[in-house]
């Protein structure tokens, strides 16, 4: 499974909803917490690129000490439909500072020197130290999950349907796997390690069941034949 400093980096460089939160910082519209885009520098930092004007910027202007004085709130939600479409959330604080010369003409890049982060997603509720964040990757998966899993659920939705087959003897529940009465399958979430499927009862239940690809993969045409693979087993 990825650590928890892998899934927050992975959050951090999605396109997950995420505000950054100033203590004092009062603001009419909650887009102008929103960064127009996250990426992190090779020493850890999170650079958060905002309008020179942005009320965010004014208070980065003002921040002295090194206690933490914002905090980057992020939300991750499924691309698909599914009950309980909230997947996680990840949460980094720090000391927020102007980037001077590195942002477009109207802009502002502002750094947030993480102290302290923490997820808390479908994998459980973790703390991530600033040096665990700094080594960790972002999946390689992550600019393409949406789309994934927005194909899966769309294009191979029968496909999808069949991995209850992969789901072995559940005699507490045997309907799971039992002809027409079987549970939809939703994808919900993809990285290099598996595919995980929320499985949709007819009276509106839930669960959820990860599958295992045979290695990690590094590339769209490695996913492709693991994704192949996996269809290929709950068909036999």
Do not use: N, Y
């Not at 020493?43 to 921040?63: C, N, T, Y």
Request: glycine residues 8%.
């Amino acid at each position: 499974m990825p650590s928890a400093a892998e899934r927050t980096r992975t959050l951090v460089q999605s396109t997950c909803s995420a505000a950054l939160l100033v203590p004092g910082l009062v603001v009419t519209r909650p887009g102008l917490l929103m960064p127009e885009t996250r990426s992190v520098s090779p020493e850890g930092d999170l650079l958060l690129p905002f309008p020179a004007d942005s009320p965010v910027v004014r208070a980065a202007a003002r921040a002295r000490g090194d206690e933490p004085t914002a905090v980057l709130h992020i939300t991750d939600v499924a691309p698909v439909s599914v009950p309980h479409r909230i997947r996680g959330r990840a949460r980094v604080a720090g000391r927020l500072t102007s980037v001077p010369g590195r942002a477009e003409p109207g802009r502002m890049l502002l750094g947030l020197e993480i102290a302290e982060a923490s997820v808390d997603d479908l994998w459980g509720a973790q703390e991530v130290g600033p040096e665990a964040f700094q080594d960790a990757a972002a999946d390689p998966l992550v600019t393409h999950e949406a789309e994934l899993l927005q194909h899966l659920h769309t294009a191979h939705s029968e496909e999808m349907g069949t991995l209850s087959a992969l789901l072995g003897d559940l005699p507490e529940r045997p309907e799971r796997t039992c002809g027409a009465r079987r549970p939809a399958a939703v994808p919900l979430a993809l990285d290099r390690f598996g595919l995980r499927v929320r499985f949709v009862e007819s009276d509106g239940g839930c669960f959820d069941a990860r599958f295992d690809f045979p290695g990690p993969v590094r590339d769209m045409g490695e996913l492709r034949r693991a994704v192949r693979t996996l269809f290929e087993a709950a068909s036999c």
